[in-house]
């Protein structure tokens, strides 16, 4: 069984800068894709980054360019996503996912394993 599991949530001010952490604990698989989602209360879940593990080409959405980073760590087996520049409207549960196989979008399609999410709040 594969479960991946997020750290690095937290509270922080407006401006300010989280770096989330995602591992999967179990076995290890080989995987196409590794992303993050996050979802506000009310809200459908929305990509917010998404990063291929062969070769490191990106995806962000629009209302995180140039603020957030994904990237990976081959070593570890772990995805990380820099939170910089911190708005009250990034406030939302995020959750980690992988993707094992490339489904026809490079980022999009379904997410076979994720995370129990860790909550990231911002204070205006």
């Known amino acids: 069984q594969v479960q991946l599991v997020e750290s690095g949530g937290g509270l922080v001010q407006a401006g300010g800068s989280l770096r989330l952490s995602c591992a999967p604990s179990?076995?290890?698989?080989?995987?196409?894709?590794m992303a993050w989602f996050r979802q506000a209360l009310g809200k459908e879940r929305e990509l917010v980054a998404a990063i291929r593990w062969t070769g490191g080409s990106t995806y962000y959405a629009d209302s995180v360019k140039g603020r957030f980073t994904i990237s990976r760590d081959n070593t570890k087996n772990t995805v990380y996503l820099q939170m910089n520049s911190l708005k009250p409207e990034d406030t939302a549960v995020y959750y980690c996912?992988?993707?094992?196989?490339?489904?026809?979008?490079?980022?999009?399609?379904?997410?076979?394993?994720w995370g129990q999410g860790t909550q990231v709040t911002v204070s205006s």
């Open positions: 179990g076995r290890t698989f080989s995987r196409d894709a």
């Open positions: 996912a992988a993707r094992r196989y490339y489904s026809g979008s490079a980022y999009f399609g379904n997410y076979d394993y």
